[in-house]
């Protein structure tokens, strides 16, 4: 079955630092990469997606991804880091008819 | 207009109760989810049905059972309700195994 892995718990990084949030990934066949986030009492909100193509791909508020197969890894990217970005970042990968999810990672941007 | 929209955004009722939640989108996707996510956030999927069919129904309790009346509609009935089901249940819809989109979450407690 498909899985992700996001190994931290919590990014902390200061305000217009860049921003990381790692992910990994296992599934059997071409991978359908996903990453969401989530803010505080609201719902998933999707920021981009790695189907097929280039490898870096770019999304929503400024946030992008680099697919590497070499590495199964998805990691999300923003350059610089904005306070409003702090929020529940998610990872996921498509497969047998279901989106499976990361535990997420809580990313802190400090003033 | 709200893509996928579920109802109530809160439920607190009494153990023992049956109580149902509501989901609808009108973006036209052909598959539609159920997800609930725990204390510690973490995302776990339910059930899936495609053009109304239910394709997935994981390892839950036969006290919740989903309806799927038409491709836009996926309510989820809850039977007997108990402390340990309290949790934010999430709609999703997607179209195939591309990206998703989740309602707001329904936020179940159980008293």
């Known amino acids: 079955a498909q899985s992700v892995a996001q190994p931290e718990d919590q990014v902390n990084v200061a305000e217009g630092n860049p921003l990381t949030v790692k992910c990994t990934y296992s599934?059997?066949?071409?991978?359908?990469l996903f990453w969401y986030v989530q803010y505080p009492n609201r719902g998933l909100q999707f920021l981009l997606k790695?189907?097929?193509?280039?490898?870096l791909v770019k999304g929503s508020y400024g946030f992008e991804a680099e697919f590497n197969k070499s590495q199964t890894s998805f990691h999300l990217k923003k350059p610089s880091a904005l306070v409003s970005d702090s929020a529940l970042y998610f990872c996921?990968?498509?497969?047998?008819?279901?989106?499976?999810f990361g535990k997420g990672n809580q990313v802190v941007v400090i003033p | 207009d709200t893509a996928v929209s579920q109802t109530p955004k809160y439920l607190v009722t009494q153990m023992g109760n049956d109580k149902s939640i509501k989901c609808e989108q009108n973006?036209?996707?052909?598959?539609m989810y159920w997800y609930k996510q725990d204390s510690k956030k973490f995302l776990k999927i339910m059930f899936s049905?495609?053009?109304?069919?239910?394709?997935i129904n994981e390892t839950v309790p036969n006290r919740f059972s989903p309806k799927s009346p038409d491709k836009a509609h996926l309510n989820l009935h809850i039977n007997s309700l108990e402390l340990g089901d309290s949790a934010v249940y999430f709609c999703?819809?997607?179209?195939?195994?591309?990206?998703?989109?989740f309602g707001q979450g329904t936020r179940l407690t159980v008293v």
């Open positions: 599934v059997s066949g071409n991978p359908y």
């Open positions: 049905y495609n053009n109304k069919e239910l394709i």
């Open positions: 790695y189907i097929t193509g280039d490898n």
């Open positions: 996921a990968v498509a497969g047998n008819n279901r989106l499976a």
């Open positions: 999703a819809s997607s179209r195939g195994q591309l990206e998703a989109f």
């Open positions: 973006l036209g996707h052909d598959t």
